[in-house]
Antibody
Framework: EVQLVESGGGLVKPGGSLRLSCSAS????????MNWVRQAPGKGLEWVGR??????????DYVAHVRGRFIVSRDDSENTLYLQMNDLKTEDTAVYYC????????????????WGRGTLVTVSS | EIALTQSPATLSVSPGERATLSCRAS??????LAWYQQKPGQAPRLLIY???SRTFGTPARFSGSGSGTDFTLTISGVEPEDFAVYYC????????FGQGTRLEIK
C-alpha cells in the first residue's frame, strides 16, 4: 500500500523559512514525478512545484510566484520529498499536500494518484 | 502557464438530477485533463484522467468528455454522496487546477 505523509507545517513569521517533508512508503520518490500543491483556507487547489523522476533527469519546476523562494528536493535514501520555503508571505498560508499522479498501475490497468493528507502552514506575525 | 476556467462556480441540483460541469483551458491540453472530487477535510480524489478514463473506484454515473480546450464532467444522476467540490487539472504542461465547482443540494 502506498502512503505519503507530510510533516513540518506550523506557524512562522513573514520572512521566515520552513521545510516540509513528505515521507513515502510503497512508492519510490526517485521513480515517479513528485509534486507539491497547496490549498489556502476556503480556497481552491494551487500547484506549487515538482521534481521529475531520476530517469527523466530530476529537474524541478515551479509556479511563477514561488520560483526563487521555494525549492523542491528529495532524499533517495530516506525516500522523502522536501519543500524548502523561504521568505514566506502571509499569502503562503495553506495546507500543503504532496502527491504523485499519472502513475500507471499495471495490476489495475489504469493510472492512479497518491496524495498525502496535508500539513498546515500558517504565516502570520 | 496554462490556465483553467471552471463553470459554473456553484451548481445547485436535486438528488437524481443530471449535473454538467465545464472546464476550459487557455490553450490546448489535448486530452491531458483530469477531474477530482474533494470533500471537506480530505485530499482530492481522482475520478477521471486523460479526459474520459474513469478510475476503477469511480461510479459509472460519472463521465468525462472533451479534448483540446473544452471539457465536461457529467454526473448522470447525482447521489447524496456526490455533493462536493470538483476540480479539473491539466497535465499537458506542468500542472494547473481550475478554481473549482461546488456541487450543492438544491
Amino acid at each position: 500500500e502506498v502512503q505519503l505523509v507530510e510533516s513540518g507545517g506550523g506557524l512562522v513569521k513573514p520572512g521566515g523559512s520552513l521545510r516540509l517533508s513528505c515521507s513515502a512508503s510503497g512508492v519510490s520518490v526517485t521513480s515517479v514525478w513528485m509534486n507539491w500543491v497547496r490549498q489556502a483556507p476556503g480556497k481552491g487547489l494551487e500547484w506549487v512545484g515538482r521534481i521529475k523522476s531520476r530517469t527523466d533527469g530530476g529537474a524541478t519546476d515551479y509556479v511563477a510566484h514561488v520560483r526563487g523562494r521555494f525549492i523542491v528536493s528529495r532524499d533517495d535514501s530516506e525516500n522523502t520529498l522536501y519543500l524548502q520555503m523561504n521568505d514566506l508571505k502571509t499569502e503562503d498560508t495553506a495546507v500543503y499536500y504532496c502527491f504523485t499522479d499519472d502513475v500507471w498501475d499495471s495490476r489495475r490497468g489504469e493510472k492512479v494518484d497518491y496524495w498525502g493528507r496535508g500539513t498546515l502552514v500558517t504565516v502570520s506575525s | 502557464e496554462i490556465a483553467l476556467t471552471q463553470s459554473p462556480a456553484t451548481l445547485s441540483v436535486s438528488p437524481g438530477e443530471r449535473a454538467t460541469l465545464s472546464c476550459r483551458a487557455s490553450q490546448s491540453v489535448i486530452t491531458y485533463l483530469a477531474w477530482y472530487q474533494q470533500k471537506p477535510g480530505q485530499a482530492p480524489r481522482l475520478l477521471i484522467y486523460d479526459g474520459s478514463s474513469r478510475t476503477f473506484g469511480t461510479p459509472a454515473r460519472f463521465s468525462g468528455s472533451g479534448s483540446g480546450t473544452d471539457f465536461t464532467l457529467t454526473i448522470s444522476g447525482v447521489e447524496p454522496e456526490d455533493f462536493a467540490v470538483y476540480y479539473c487539472q491539466q497535465r499537458a504542461n506542468r500542472r494547473t487546477f481550475g478554481q473549482g465547482t461546488r456541487l450543492e443540494i438544491k
